[in-house]
């Protein structure tokens, strides 16, 4: 899932709402992106892709695994 859009870094360009499959970032009263529906993230690592100004860090793994035994 996304963990992070550093608010320093992102220009407000809007490619990252544009891509997401699953409609989860918007913009704030300044701007910038941020992360509006986190549960709703697919991984898909498409925003963290696709951002020019690096912004953006989606976590490898959506959900904590169980142990294997």
Avoid: S
């Amino acid at each position: 899932m996304i963990t992070k859009i550093d608010q320093e870094k992102c220009k407000g360009c809007g490619i990252c709402i544009d891509i997401c499959p699953a409609d989860i970032i918007r913009f704030n009263e300044n701007k910038k992106a941020f992360i509006a529906y986190t549960d709703d993230c697919m991984t898909c690592y498409l925003c963290e892709r696709h951002c020019a100004h690096g912004a953006i860090f989606v976590h490898p793994f959506k959900e904590l695994l169980p142990d294997c035994f």
